[in-house]
């Protein structure tokens, strides 16, 4: 159970990321810095997330 809300959750965090990032380019208030970095966390989060299989 505690392994799945993990799971769930760190999709959850890369899907915010994705989501964050394509919202605040879209407003052109993001920086290209600033949105590798939210990207590559989203992506580590689901690196996370396929590692607890």
Known sequence: MYK???K???????????VAVI??????TLEL????AMLGMGLA????AQFQE
């Open 23 to 28: 919202v605040l380019s879209t407003l052109k």
């Open 8 to 18: 769930i959750t760190l999709k959850a965090i890369a899907l915010a990321m994705g």
């Open 45 to 48: 989060a689901l690196a996370l």
């Open 33 to 36: 810095a600033s949105g590798v």
């Open 4 to 6: 799945q809300i993990v």
